[in-house]
């Protein structure tokens, strides 16, 4: 499932989320879950991930019962702040308070698919960079060309040598 578009909401005073239905409809509970997996990201907001998504992703990292620091550090932090978030019936998740006192957002948000994540951004600084990702947007699309690769055919991932 690939998550496009966005939508403007209001995070409410009991801090609930109304997860828009043009991203609700496309999910499948028996395949997809009945809850998001949410991050906060520094400087930046909430990633929210589907059950499936989150769980393929964590899994992809290798494991080990004895990490080194920066791994032990990162594993503690990522997985400590990530919480498992249920719909309630009206289609809501409940955001976690100390989730919007580190990423500072307001009560105003959009909701932006992004690819296999949606993301949860202050509405005022989505409203105030929209011209600029337009304009990189194109830039962007060579740099990746939609598969994580860069133009120049690097990955970002450590080679041997």
Known sequence: MIF???????????????????????????TDGKAFYCIPWPGHGLMLFTE????????QAEGTLTPGEDEQEFET?????TERLELDSAGRISIPKMHLELTKLPSEV???????????LSREMWAAGMQGRFERLAIQARKFRGNGRREDGATGEKTSG
Do not use: H
């Open 4 to 30: 496009t578009g966005f939508a403007e909401l209001t995070i409410d005073a009991k801090q609930r989320l109304a997860v828009p239905s043009k991203f609700r409809s496309l999910l499948n509970p028996e």
């Open 52 to 59: 499936p998504m989150f769980n393929q992703f964590a899994s």
């Open 77 to 81: 932090s990522f997985f400590g702040l």
């Open 110 to 120: 959009v909701v932006v698919g992004a690819r296999y994540r949606l993301e949860v």
